[in-house]
């Protein structure tokens, strides 16, 4: 399969331009309508209203290259699960069987129990006794819904590129943007096939990858009453994805209550002015159930809110989620989270979740946890009993141990690890294979190389920061390194901020390591007043050696190895843009999805998009 030599590609509209030029389409009767104009990634294209009534905005490309990967990864990882279960009830069987004979040769009459036959949508279909043929494993397939889908771009490229999709649910309450998406499945050839009928040969190529024969089904309706209609077992869906403007946190519950067991929820949050700002923290705690914090690893505290309110909704249900992946990128967050049914594991949600103590001058963080898990062996040592109690504190003191200033309180949130580096390394396998099929695929990379290698120690610092603490210049961030790794301790970056160093070390250790730097790089302390915490930063004695000499780990710690770590925003106003409104009277806003206003600074970052992405247009389709 080829591509075109851009994968984003925004095309000049034109009066009834014909779709038979644009590849991997099914071409519409009367061509392009006026009012529209297409929009290409990968080989889905879809017609956007000129009017913006259905938002897109191509700047979301690469987290719906991640969403596709991730999927993909999930999908992979759920079929191998699924695969040794039912190799498991197999072997089962087959023993069953083989004792049913030995108890007949004995004289045993029993009678021979009735079995049901395997199904493609159980769970582990049972493989067959030793007197039938052999069965091979099928998977089953796949449900996803998307709860508003707007264009139905990311819809449709995941009925074009996840393998084993049934049939992707793609949702909105705005009238105009279902006409929108309906218009763009036909464009695409992903539409539903009426009972009955038999599925059409693709005498157009349609850009499919390998196994990929899923179709999109357009609702028109409320996000939350969809999803509430899909809670029964029978009914649950195997992927959710919520990509709302602003918070996630009116669709959570509802998510929560509709995923398959083993399922994946997909998570995109834009108001990050809340969650990881310090000017709206009675907001934060209505939407996440959590206050922000004010501190440079905000951003990574606004993954843990939204964790945290995720678990808190599944636990209510019996369920609990696992972090897979959770990113903070460009102006949102993206979380990927596994949903399981495991009540028992409930009760470890106390000891996961906790507030934070965050010092008001140095941002010193002392966790504290609500609960702990005591496993105690039997005395015969032949089980380990699970004990849960609450947690002793609180471990923190009115003011802060390293230049005792106020603290502030931020949480409650989730305290466990954010990142699954089993999963993470799965997905870096699989973007390596099919690099072609991603247009982002360098940031990918350097995002995801860092996600899997990121601690599970919650926050992180850059060097400067704390330097500008004792009031002295900072030293490359090699030597802070060192200095940690002299130690033993563990390091790491975090995606989350240029810079950043990511330890399982103790804060007073690192405040130990600028004290340490002071002592060549001699601060000038009549500068400092006598009631700044800085001075009692500075003047408080260390606890803890510590050796600047450089590691030899330490010295490519600046280098990137040719890897996109930290993409620069290649555009200004580079943002989610404005709300869409819907054109329903009786709805004042359309649910999650916003409009670029056709204002003369949105027409500018549009022309200022399609110069930095768009290559010859002929040129790009013959491609």
């Given amino acids: 399969m080829r591509f075109a030599s851009t994968t984003l590609i925004l095309h000049r509209a034109s009066r009834n331009m014909s779709t038979s030029s644009i590849p991997y389409t099914v071409p519409l009767p009367g061509g392009i309508p006026d009012k529209y104009r297409p929009h290409t990634e990968q080989t889905t294209t879809i017609l956007v209203p000129k009017a913006n009534t259905a938002f897109l905005n191509p700047v979301q490309e690469y987290n719906r290259d991640l969403s596709v990967s991730v999927i993909r990864a999930w999908n992979d990882q759920r079929k191998e699960e699924l695969e040794a279960r039912w190799r498991a009830n197999a072997v089962k069987k087959e023993a069953k069987g083989k004792g049913k004979t030995r108890g007949k040769a004995n004289g045993a009459e029993k009678p021979a129990e009735e079995e049901k036959p395997a199904t493609e949508e159980s769970a582990g279909a049972e493989g067959s006794s030793s007197t039938e043929p052999k069965k091979e494993f ?54 539903p096939v009426e009972e009955g009928a038999e599925k059409p040969a693709e005498a157009v190529d349609l850009g499919r990858r390998e196994g990929c024969t899923g179709y999109v089904h357009v609702n028109e309706g409320d996000a939350c009453a969809l999803m509430y209609g899909h809670r029964t077992p029978r009914e649950r869906v195997d992927v959710v994805d919520l990509d709302p403007y602003g918070t996630a946190a009116p669709f959570i519950d509802a998510a929560l209550g509709c995923i398959a067991d083993g399922g994946l929820l997909a998570v995109t949050c834009t108001d990050l002015a809340v969650l990881a700002g310090s000017s709206y923290p009675e907001k934060c705690f209505s939407n996440y159930g959590g206050v922000c914090a004010k501190a440079e690893y905000s951003h990574e505290v606004a993954l843990r809110l939204v964790l945290n309110s995720l678990a808190q909704a599944a636990a209510r249900y019996g369920r609990t989620i696992t972090p897979l992946i959770s990113l903070s990128i460009d102006f949102y967050v993206r979380l990927f989270v596994r949903v399981d049914s495991k009540p028992v594991e ?10 934070v103590y965050i010092c008001n001058f140095c941002e010193t963080p002392v966790t504290q946890p609500f609960g702990k898990v005591l496993e105690k062996p039997s005395k015969n040592g032949d089980f380990t009993n699970t004990v849960y109690r609450s947690a002793g504190g609180p471990k923190a003191s009115a003011d802060c141990e390293e230049c005792g200033s106020p603290q502030h309180v931020a949480g409650p949130m989730w305290l466990g690890p954010i990142q699954d580096p089993t999963f993470v390394s799965r997905v870096l396998k699989s973007i390596e294979a099919d690099k072609a099929h991603y247009g982002t695929y360098p940031r990918m990379n350097g995002m995801l190389t860092m996600a899997h290698d990121e601690l599970p120690d919650p926050f ?40 950043s160093v990511k330890t399982d070390a103790p804060r007073a250790f690192v405040c130990d390591i600028v004290r340490e730097h002071v002592k060549t790089h001699p601060v000038r302390m009549d500068k400092i007043s006598e009631k700044s915490p800085a001075r009692a930063f500075v003047s408080k004695a260390m606890t803890h050696e510590v050796d600047l000499k450089i590691h030899p780990e330490a010295k490519n710690y600046d280098k990137q190895d040719k890897v996109v770590y930290y993409q620069l925003n290649p555009l200004p106003n580079w943002g989610p843009g404005s709300r869409a409104r819907s054109v329903r009277k009786d709805q004042p806003e359309q649910q999650g999805k916003r409009k670029a206003e056709d204002s003369a600074e949105g027409a500018e970052k549009k022309a200022k998009v399609a110069e930095v992405v768009e290559d010859d247009e002929e040129a790009a389709m013959n491609a």
């Fill in 138 to 191: 099928v998977p089953s397939k796949i449900t996803i819904l998307e709860a508003l889908s707007a264009t139905g771009l990311r819809s449709i490229r995941y009925a074009k590129e996840i393998p084993d999709v049934k049939v992707v649910l793609a949702n909105d309450l705005s009238p105009s943007a279902c006409e929108a998406m309906r218009q763009n499945v036909a464009l695409n050839g992903v539409g």
């Fill in 346 to 355: 409930v009760k470890r949600l106390a000891s996961q979740t906790g507030i």
């Fill in 460 to 499: 992180y610092f850059t060097s400067n920061k704390i330097h500008g603490f004792a009031h002295t210049s900072a030293g490359p961030t090699k030597q802070v390194v060192s200095a940690l790794l002299n130690a033993g301790y563990k390091v790491s970056r975090s995606h989350a901020a240029p810079g």
